[in-house]
């Protein structure tokens, strides 16, 4: 099992900027990569960015292109999501996700076996 701890959020204009930190630990090398989710009120959760373990692939929601990087430190088990050019359809409870070994889609939530307890983000217009 894996434990993740997410931090960095909060309330920002739109336009702004915020880092969100997920601090992993555990069996969190018996994993593909990490991910994260968002939830926005009223709806579905989400898929926002993912990583594979290696760093070398990325993978992003178009809606986020452009706008959020997803990266990691492997060393301090850490995973990172830098969100740029904010907008009020980014408010939501952001969530990270450590990815399952040979469970399918980084984009797929199902494919991801441990969650961490969310981090809120709040855009202002």
């Known amino acids: 099992q894996v434990q993740l701890v997410e931090s960095g959020g909060g309330l920002v204009q739109t336009g702004g900027s915020l880092r969100l930190s997920c601090a992993a630990s555990?069996?969190?090398?018996?994993?593909?990569?990490m991910g994260w989710f968002r939830r926005a009120p009223g709806k579905e959760r989400a898929f926002v960015a993912a990583?594979?373990?290696?760093?070398?692939?990325?993978y992003y929601a178009d809606s986020v292109k452009g706008r959020f990087t997803i990266s990691g430190d492997n060393a301090k088990n850490m995973v990172y999501l830098q969100m740029s050019s904010l907008k009020p359809e980014d408010t939501a409870v952001y969530y990270c996700?450590?990815?399952?070994?040979?469970?399918?889609?980084?984009?797929?939530?199902?494919?991801?076996?441990?969650w961490g307890q969310g981090t809120q983000v709040s855009v202002s217009s």
């Open positions: 996700a450590a990815k399952l070994r040979y469970s399918g889609s980084y984009y797929s939530a199902a494919a991801y076996g441990d």
């Open positions: 555990g069996r969190a090398f018996s994993r593909d990569g």
């Open positions: 990583i594979n373990w290696s760093g070398s692939s990325t």
